[in-house]
C-alpha cells in the first residue's frame, strides 16, 4: 500500500457537564482524528488525547512525513517507520505514541477496505461478531447515579464502570449506592490512579463485598511495584489505559494485574492492542479496551481488537458524547448485554466530514 497523504484533526467540543473522577476534571470531549488515504482508499484514525489537540496533531504531522509517499507491506511496516523516528528519540510513551495510534488506525482502516475485509478479520480467522459490553462511565458529577443506571439498562448494556477516587469512605458510598440500584448489574471501579499504595489496599478490602469485575488503575500506572502488592487482595486489579507499546511486557510476564485495559488510540493502535490481549490471555490475564470519552473510531477499532481476542466487555458511553453519537454511523447498537462488529470493510464505519470541518479547531 503506497500512502499518498495524512492529515490531522484537532477537535473540541463544550461538554454539558464537567466530568470529575478522583485524579481530573474535564470540560470539553475533545480528541484528534487521522485521515489517510492510501492507494486512492481514505481510512479514519484517532488519536487520544485530553489536553491539547492541536499539540497532538503537529505530532501527527510530524509523523506523517516518516509514511507519506511510501509503500508499505502492511499498516504494521508503516507504523515501524514512525516507531524508529521516535524510538532514536526516546519518545516511545506519552503524547508521541497516542499521535501514531491515530496513524496506524486509519491505516487499517485503508488496509480493510482495500483488501475488503472487516479490521477483525485481519487479526483474526474468526472474529466474534458481537462482543459484551457494559457502560462507561458514571460520574457523581453529571447528577443521579439513578438516572444514569436506567439510561444504561435501557441501552441494553450488562453493567457499568462508575468512577471513584475520592478517598474509601466516599467511594464505597458510591459503589455501595451503585450496587443497591443495580445488584445484577456488572460492576468496575475506576480509581484513575488517585491512591497510594497503602490507600488501595484499604480500598480493596473495602470493596471486597461488592463483587466487583475489577478495580481499575487504583494506583498510578507507572507505581508497578504498587500493582504487584495489590495481588490476592481479594479484588481483581486492572489497568493498562495509560500504558504504551513498550510498558506492557513487564506487567504481563510478572502477572500484576488481572485484566489489561489497553487504549487503542493510546497505546500504539490496533497491532499493539492485539499483541498485547494475546499476550495476557497467554497468562490466564484477560482483556477489556478501555474506550472512555473518545470517539467512534475509537470505539469501531475497540470493537474490532475484541472480537479478535476474546474480551470480558467493551466500554460503550450511553451518555451525551457527540464525538460517539454524531461523528459517525455504522456502530450497532447495543442489546442484551453484548454489541455487534460493524461488519462492512476497514473499520466499517463512515465518518460525517462536515461534522468533522465544523468542529476542527
Known amino acids: 500500500m503506497k500512502v499518498e497523504s495524512v492529515k490531522a484533526y484537532p477537535i473540541r467540543m463544550k461538554a454539558r457537564e464537567r466530568l470529575t473522577g478522583g485524579s481530573f476534571s474535564y470540560a470539553y470531549y475533545q480528541t484528534v482524528l487521522v485521515k489517510a488515504v492510501a492507494d486512492g482508499v481514505e481510512g479514519w484514525g484517532e488519536a487520544m488525547t485530553r489536553f491539547d489537540p492541536e499539540a497532538t496533531a ?13 509503500s508499505f507491506d502492511s499498516p504494521r511496516d508503516a507504523w515501524l517507520s514512525c516507531w524508529h523516528e521516535l524510538r532514536v528519540r526516546g519518545h516511545t510513551r506519552g503524547t508521541d505514541v497516542e499521535a501514531l495510534s491515530g496513524i ?12 475488503k475485509r472487516p479490521v477483525g478479520r485481519l487479526f483474526s480467522a474468526k472474529p466474534e461478531p458481537r462482543v459484551p459490553a457494559f457502560a462507561g462511565s458514571l460520574f457523581e458529577s453529571r447528577g443521579s447515579l439513578a438516572g444514569q ?21 466516599k467511594d464505597l458510598k458510591l459503589l455501595n449506592e451503585v450496587r443497591k440500584l443495580w445488584p445484577e448489574g456488572m460492576l468496575v ?12 489496599a484499604r480500598a480493596c478490602a473495602a470493596f471486597s463485598g461488592l463483587r466487583l469485575a475489577w478495580f481499575e488503575e487504583p494506583v498510578p500506572s507507572d507505581d508497578l511495584q504498587g500493582y504487584a502488592s495489590l495481588s490476592g487482595l481479594g479484588v481483581k ?13 513487564r506487567p504481563v510476564e510478572e502477572g500484576i494485574v488481572d485484566v489489561l485495559e489497553p487504549s487503542v488510540s493510546r497505546c500504539g493502535g490496533i497491532h499493539v492492542e492485539v499483541e ?28 474490532h481488537a475484541a472480537s479478535a481476542v476474546r ?15 454524531e461523528l459517525a454511523t455504522g456502530i450497532p447498537e447495543p442489546a442484551g448485554g453484548g454489541i455487534g462488529v460493524p461488519q462492512g470493510h476497514g473499520l466499517g464505519i463512515e465518518v460525517d466530514e462536515r461534522f468533522v470541518r465544523s468542529h476542527t479547531l
Open 237 to 249: 486489579i486492572g489497568a493498562g489505559e495509560s500504558w504504551f507499546a513498550g510498558d506492557f511486557q
Open 149 to 169: 443506571i436506567r439510561e444504561a439498562k435501557s441501552a441494553g448494556l450488562e453493567g457499568a464502570k462508575v468512577k471513584i477516587g475520592f478517598g474509601v469512605d
Open 189 to 200: 471501579a475506576d480509581a484513575n490512579g488517585a491512591y497510594d499504595s497503602v490507600g488501595a
Open 104 to 115: 496506524e488506525i486509519a491505516l487499517y482502516d485503508c488496509m480493510g477496505k482495500l483488501v
Open 58 to 70: 503537529l505530532l501527527v504531522k510530524f509523523l506523517a512525513k516518516s509514511v507519506v509517499g511510501g
Open 311 to 325: 474480551s470480558l466487555g467493551v466500554e460503550y458511553n450511553p451518555f451525551t458524547n457527540p464525538l460517539q453519537t
Open 276 to 303: 498485547a490481549a494475546k499476550s495476557a490471555a497467554a497468562k490466564r490475564i484477560q482483556f477489556s479496551p478501555m474506550t472512555g470519552m473518545n470517539s467512534a473510531v475509537s470505539l469501531a477499532a475497540s470493537l
